[in-house]
């Protein structure tokens, strides 16, 4: 059983940073696509951004203007999300998921498509609010 656990959120500032981690566990992270995503009230959950292990490459969502970033750490089994210049419109519940690159519905690419997904974590809250 893929187990993900998100940590790192909080009550921060406009225009401060912080940075989530995804901790997997029963996997070996070269083995799956891992993304982002974010839930806030009312709204529907939406894609931040992804990677893809196998080859590193990874994709942005455009709507995060550049100021979110994904890496990761193979020898911790971890997926960071560092997120800059933070807006109040970014308070959400961020989750990370994953998706077995040998998932015959994966593309060549990793998705920011939560359909896409097939293991989530139970998600981490972050405010932003002054």
């Known amino acids: 059983q893929v187990q993900l656990v998100e940590s790192g959120g909080g009550l921060v500032q406009p225009g401060d940073s912080l940075r989530l981690s995804c901790t997997a566990s029963r996997i070996s992270l070269d083995d799956y696509d891992i993304g982002w995503f974010r839930q806030a009230p009312g709204k529907e959950r939406e894609g931040i951004t992804c990677?893809?292990?196998?080859?590193?490459?990874?994709y942005n969502a455009e709507s995060m203007e550049g100021r979110f970033t994904i890496s990761s750490d193979n020898a911790k089994n971890t997926v960071y999300l560092q997120m800059n210049s933070l807006k109040p419109e970014d308070t959400a519940v961020y989750y990370c998921?994953?998706?077995?690159?040998?998932?015959?519905?994966?593309?060549?690419?990793?998705?920011?498509?939560?359909?896409?997904?097939?293991?989530w974590g139970q998600g981490t809250q972050v405010t932003v609010s002054s």
């Open positions: 998921a994953a998706v077995l690159r040998a998932d015959p519905r994966v593309y060549e690419y990793c998705s920011v498509l939560p359909k896409m997904y097939s293991h």
């Open positions: 990677i893809n292990h196998s080859d590193g490459m990874y």
